[in-house]
């Protein structure tokens, strides 16, 4: 099968026809016609060729003629490359061509290197167009058949796209969404999906529907914005139901194990009367895995709530220093129990932030606490707060024995804990639940080891005016 280009030269006069069929030869499959009446019954009868040589001065339907009809069909056949052949030294007739929609042209009469250059540039330029709209179409398929709602976005924030998903959940046709802004057609800011970055806005419900929104800048040079609506109904469903399904277990494991954890308090209270050493330790074991597994429990249940779409930060404007000083305070106690030395040093006055003041104190405590089961009697923690910027971190330092280096870079994960090796084990959940807290504030969390021993536990969060407004970055 002759895989050449198909190149077919239209001209009155056989002799140029057959001058500039010969020229190209050798690398296209030609064709000759003798008007353009006759070219035109062709093109009505069979596939287009992949090039049109027209002579523009013909008896009857011209050149001319033949470049706006073609022009005028849909595509592919208005894409159809076409090269003119013009009388010498005419400019209008050479303007006139290419004004009515031809590519390029050559004067008669013409050099054969000339004519084969030029029909080779509009042969590459013809595949160069046909693979950028396979391309298009390709793209235009996957967005058709996404099962997301996706809208393109112009510098004006009005959609310039919408793919079919985006219209069943808009429940508008494309005519009411095609040229519309987005504030007009959701009640979402488009800043606020932006900012976002990679962490995932809150839901937005549209109708009965829960929708989860995302949206990224085009590169540099394409002013459109991408759009993702997800519809996420069900799966919120789902999630509830999971949710209500864990609170129940929750519940009727945590009865008994505080009526257990009771008892156990009254025995070894001496409300029982007196008891042999060998069972008030029993009963000691016995009381502590019950506290255990009900820290377990609660952990559980607390990490379910944070992941929940349900589960909203009650947000205001807090004091940072304040929220760290009155979780030192709450540990002190313990800290004396176990023979440590616990002290805050804020390094400014104050650190506002804009949080849910309850989750913000979870995170101190649970760092607080971790740090208090994890180091040896007589050693220090230091619980500091410093600006950086314009955010704000809260550190907590201890001298225990440092988290090992195979858990550093997956301490924060789900059901992760120090092996027995190094110390006491816990929930393996308590530093998921800061993770959660601090990304859902906007923030970072982390450890490291400390320089002669012990780690170091940071988060950070942006810092506030005192409006509430988020500082903006040195």
Same mark, same amino acid.
């Given at each position: 099968?002759?895989?050449?280009?198909?190149?077919?030269?239209?001209?009155?006069?056989?002799?140029?026809?057959?001058?500039?069929?010969?020229?190209?030869?050798?690398?296209?499959?030609?064709?000759?016609?003798?008007?353009?009446?006759?070219?035109?019954?062709?093109?009505?009868?069979?596939?287009?060729? +992949?090039?049109?040589?027209?002579?523009?001065?013909?008896?009857?339907?011209?050149?001319?003629?033949?470049?706006?009809?073609?022009?005028?069909?849909?595509?592919?056949l208005a894409q159809l490359p076409i090269l003119?052949?013009?009388?010498?030294?005419?400019?209008?007739?050479?303007?006139?061509?290419?004004?009515?929609?031809?590519?390029?042209?050559?004067?008669?009469?013409?050099?054969?290197?000339?004519?084969?250059?030029?029909?080779?540039?509009?042969?590459?330029?013809?595949?160069?167009?046909?693979?950028?709209?396979?391309?298009?179409?390709?793209?235009?398929?996957?967005?058709?058949?996404?099962?997301?709602?996706?809208?393109?976005?112009? +510098?004006?924030?009005?959609?310039?796209?919408?793919?079919?998903?985006?219209?069943?959940?808009?429940?508008?046709?494309?005519?009411?969404?095609?040229?519309?802004?987005?504030?007009?057609?959701?009640?979402?800011?488009?800043?606020?999906?932006? !900012?976002?970055?990679?962490?995932?806005?809150?839901?937005?419900? &549209?109708?009965?529907?829960?929708?989860?929104?995302?949206?990224?800048?085009?590169?540099?040079?394409?002013?459109?914005?991408?759009?993702?609506?997800?519809?996420?109904?069900?799966?919120?469903?789902?999630?509830?139901?999971?949710?209500?399904?864990?609170?129940?277990?929750?519940?009727? &494991?945590?009865?008994?194990?505080?009526?257990?954890?009771?008892?156990?308090?009254?025995?070894?209270?001496?409300?029982?009367?007196?008891?042999?050493?060998?069972?008030?330790?029993?009963?000691?074991?016995?009381?502590?895995?019950?506290?255990?597994?009900?820290?377990?429990?609660?952990?559980?249940?607390?990490?379910?709530?944070?992941?929940?779409?349900?589960?909203?930060?009650?947000?205001?404007?807090?004091?940072?220093?304040?929220v760290v000083r009155g979780s030192v305070e709450?540990?002190?106690?313990?800290?004396e129990a176990a023979q440590l030395q616990l002290?805050?040093?804020?390094?400014?006055?104050?650190?506002?932030?804009?949080?849910?003041?309850?989750?913000?104190?979870?995170?101190?405590?649970?760092?607080?606490?971790?740090?208090?089961?994890?180091?040896?009697?007589?050693?220090?923690?230091?619980?500091?707060?410093?600006?950086?910027?314009?955010?704000?971190?809260?550190?907590?330092?201890?001298?225990?024995?440092?988290?090992?280096? +195979?858990?550093?870079?997956? &301490?924060?994960?789900?059901?992760?804990?120090?092996?027995?090796?190094?110390?006491?084990?816990?929930?393996?959940?308590? &530093?998921?639940?800061?993770? !959660?807290?601090?990304?859902?504030?906007?923030?970072?969390?982390?450890?490291?080891?400390?320089?002669?021993?012990?780690?170091?536990?940071?988060?950070?969060?942006?810092?506030?005016?005192?409006?509430?407004?988020?500082?903006?970055?040195?």
């Open positions: 099968m002759d895989d050449r280009p198909r190149v077919w030269i239209v001209d009155d006069s056989r002799a140029d026809a057959e001058t500039a069929a010969e020229a190209i030869a050798a690398d296209c499959e030609t064709e000759l016609f003798g008007d353009g009446s006759e070219l035109l019954e062709r093109l009505h009868t069979s596939s287009p060729p +992949d090039l049109l040589v027209l002579d523009v001065l013909m008896p009857g339907v011209s050149g001319l003629d033949v470049v706006r009809f073609v022009r005028a069909q849909p595509e592919p003119l052949l013009t009388g010498l030294g005419d400019p209008a007739q050479t303007a006139e061509g290419l004004g009515a929609g031809a590519n390029d042209y050559v004067h008669k009469p013409f050099a054969a290197a000339e004519l084969r250059a030029r029909l080779s540039a509009l042969l590459r330029g013809a595949a160069l167009l046909r693979r950028a709209a396979e391309a298009e179409a390709a793209v235009r398929a996957l967005l058709a058949g996404s099962p997301d709602a996706v809208l393109a976005l112009d +510098d004006d924030e009005r959609v310039t796209y919408a793919n079919t998903r985006a219209l069943e959940i808009l429940e508008r046709p494309v005519t009411e969404v095609v040229g519309k802004s987005f504030s007009e057609l959701t009640p979402m800011s488009l800043d606020s999906i932006l !900012e976002a970055g990679g962490s995932v806005p809150p839901d937005v419900h &549209l109708g009965s529907r829960a929708i989860s929104p995302s949206a990224r800048r085009l590169p540099a040079g394409n002013p459109h914005v991408i759009v993702t609506l997800r519809d996420v109904t069900d799966r919120r469903r789902q999630d509830q139901r999971r949710l209500d399904f864990y609170s129940v277990i929750a519940h009727d &494991l945590r009865t008994p194990l505080t009526a257990m954890s009771l008892r156990a308090e009254a025995i070894l209270s001496g409300r029982r009367g007196p008891l042999p050493v060998e069972v008030i330790g029993d009963v000691r074991v016995m009381d502590r895995n019950a506290r255990s597994m009900l820290a377990l429990i609660n952990d559980f249940l607390d990490l379910a709530r944070l992941e929940a779409t349900s589960f909203k930060l009650r947000a205001a404007t807090v004091d940072l220093v304040e709450d540990f002190l106690a313990l800290a002290s805050c040093a804020p390094a400014c006055t104050s650190a506002p932030v804009l949080g849910d003041r309850q989750r913000l104190a979870q995170v101190v405590s649970n760092l607080l606490g971790n740090a208090i089961k994890y180091t040896p009697s007589g050693g220090r923690i230091m619980v500091e707060v410093t600006r950086t910027g314009g955010d704000l971190e809260v550190h907590v330092s201890d001298t225990g024995p440092g988290v090992p280096d +195979d858990l550093l870079p997956v &301490l924060f994960e789900r059901f992760t804990r120090a092996s027995p090796h190094h110390g006491p084990t816990g929930t393996g959940l308590g &530093l998921m639940i800061v993770r !959660e807290i601090v990304e859902a504030h906007g923030g970072k969390v982390g450890v490291e080891r400390r320089v002669g021993g012990g780690s170091r536990f940071w988060f950070r969060l942006p810092a506030t005016e005192s409006d509430g407004r988020v500082r903006a970055h040195a």
